[in-house]
């Protein structure tokens, strides 16, 4: 029974060790990566707006024929 208690202790003191040394990893990124993020963020919103606008582009049309 003790056994079980033990593995059950363990479980917390394991996550708050692998959390520590998580952070302990974690750097904040430079002026540079932040940068190269904000730009893939950005190409990503241009692109995904795009694909959006040709779609509702491409719909309206054949909506309307298909219903009207």
Avoid: W
Wanted: hydrophobic share 45%.
């Amino acid at each position: 029974m003790s056994d079980q208690f033990k593995e059950i202790l363990d479980i917390p003191r394991d996550f708050l060790h692998d959390g520590t040394q998580f952070m302990n990893r974690c750097t904040k990124p430079d002026k540079l990566e932040f940068l190269k993020i904000s730009q893939a963020v950005g190409v990503g919103f241009v692109v995904m707006g795009a694909l959006g606008y040709v779609v509702k582009l491409i719909h309206i049309p054949v909506n309307q024929v298909l219903v009207g």
